[in-house]
């Protein structure tokens, strides 16, 4: 009897062993997250300290064009809005609503980045580059940043919805989906900040 019972003690020690592993990458993800919220801190305060600081150049009133900005954050958000559609899409069980709102998400957050690089190309065009003043040096680092996140945030999703694509919805996927759809939360929150305190108050 007591060989009997050893598929099953290992079977649910198995179970448990891939529960906790899931946890453990759930838990792995949030020191992620206070990390990158220690980066933009850091970067934020930074900027704050040497904003002023334009080399005797032009300032944000000079070089910032609001509309713009205005557009790239509703895209943003509106990404963001899709996000929390997929995950919603996820709970109710279908894969393709999922999917389609992913594929929604990406394109939203690539046509933000695709404004963000003409934005940075026009600047280096007119020959205001992170060298010209501390302001600009602050200015790159921060939102060259961001993008750089949200960037690495469309790759994440494409692959997940490769993965979604050949597995379906399983525990895996699913954590998957939750994480990436928290860290495309965090990254529009950081926006709203950069917007705020760059954009907003730079140009008032």
């Known amino acids: 009897m007591a060989h009997a019972h050893h598929p099953t003690v290992g079977h649910e020690g198995g179970h448990e062993g891939h529960h906790d592993l899931e ?26 300290v040497i904003h002023k600081n334009t080399a005797g150049g032009p300032g944000p009133k000079e070089l910032f064009e609001l509309p713009g900005v205005i557009v ?18 996820m709970n109710a069980g279908s894969r393709n609503g999922l999917v389609g709102w992913l594929i929604v998400t990406i394109l939203l957050g690539a046509s933000f980045v695709g404004m963000e690089v003409t934005e940075f190309l026009k600047l280096v065009h007119e020959g205001h580059t992170i060298h010209s003043s501390a302001f600009l040096s602050g200015f790159f680092t921060l939102v060259g940043t961001h993008g750089l996140h949200v960037s690495l945030g469309i790759c994440w999703i494409t692959a997940l919805i490769v993965q979604l694509s050949q597995r379906g919805l399983t525990p895996v996927t699913t954590r998957k989906v939750q994480i990436t759809s928290l860290y495309w939360h965090f990254l529009d929150a950081v926006w709203i900040f950069v917007f705020t305190f760059v954009y907003l108050m730079g140009v008032i």
Do not use: Y
């Open 72 to 89: 790239e954050t509703f895209i943003l958000l509106t990404s963001s809005f899709t996000s929390g559609l997929a995950v919603l899409a």
């Open 23 to 48: 946890e453990l990458r759930k838990f792995g993800f949030w020191i992620f997250l206070i990390t990158d919220c220690i980066l933009f801190a850091t970067l934020f305060a930074t900027f704050l």
